[in-house]
Antibody
Framework: QITLKESGPTLVKRTQTLTLTCTFS??????????VGWIRQAPGKAPEWLAL???????RYSPSLKSRLTITKDTSKNQVALTMTNMDPVDTATYYCTHRVDATHTGGLWGYWGQGTRVTVSS | QSVLTQPPSVSGAPGQRVTISCTGSSSNIGAGYGVNWYQQLPGTAPKFIIS???NRPSGVPDRFSGSKSGTSASLAIAGLQAEDEADYYCQTYDISLSAWVFGEGTKLAVL
């Protein structure tokens, strides 16, 4: 059974750096074809993909946020972390950790989602 | 503004069939990428329910079906039930943006 759970601060101030951790079980991020991603959803808005890290340490970022994002993995701890710098109130959203299985680094679906963690950015 | 266009809302009576459209372009759906659909109930995470090739995870009833043609895709829900009332999002990959993209969502109301 695959589960993912996000953790991190619920409130950050403008210009601060946000670090979120995803702790997962039921799969290994060292298995070929396995990817973990971060997707966020602002209140009342559609989901927005942020970043992906793959079993081979391949990394991909949203072009519009690339300069602010860093994704890393700790395979031994079954964790993936996302860092977002220079936070702004427009970054207020629920941040989800997600799982994907695909032989390629493009396309495909996000089959499993964590419960999400709500992050509010104050001005 | 999303690269995938969905109607803001659709509605139907219990037992009816409804469809939700998702229109993209040659850099995403038209480039051959599959389209995936997610259902989001209030206060919960989006849940993958079906893809355009009708790949459906276990537990999702076969009342849900997906299709794709050209630069568009559709989600059909037959035998509408009250529990189907939710937000639905389409998702694919955009080769020009090098990013996974979502539609803006469609709110389904069961009358």
């Amino acid at each position: 059974q695959i589960t993912l759970k996000e953790s991190g601060p619920t409130l950050v101030k403008r210009t601060q750096t946000l670090t979120l951790t995803c702790t997962f079980s039921g799969f290994s991020l060292s298995t070929r074809g396995v990817h973990v991603g971060w997707i966020r959803q602002a209140p009342g808005k559609a989901p927005e993909w942020l970043a992906l890290i793959s079993w081979d340490d391949y990394k991909r970022y949203s072009p519009s946020l690339k300069s602010r994002l860093t994704i890393t993995k700790d395979t031994s701890k079954n964790q993936v972390a996302l860092t977002m710098t220079n936070m702004d109130p427009v970054d207020t959203a629920t941040y989800y950790c997600t799982h994907r299985v695909d032989a390629t680094h493009t396309g495909g679906l996000w089959g499993y989602w964590g419960q999400g963690t709500r992050v509010t950015v104050s001005s | 503004q999303s690269v995938l266009t969905q109607p803001p809302s659709v509605s139907g009576a219990p037992g009816q069939r409804v469809t939700i459209s998702c229109t993209g372009s040659s850099s995403n759906i038209g480039a051959g990428y599959g389209v995936n659909w997610y259902q989001q109930l209030p206060g919960t995470a989006p849940k993958f329910i079906i893809s355009s090739n009708n790949n459906r995870p276990s537990g999702v009833p076969d009342r849900f079906s997906g299709s794709k043609s050209g630069t568009s895709a559709s989600l059909a829900i037959a035998g509408l039930q009250a529990e189907d009332e939710a937000d639905y999002y389409c998702q694919t990959y955009d080769i020009s943006l090098s990013a996974w993209v979502f539609g803006e969502g469609t709110k389904l109301a069961v009358l």
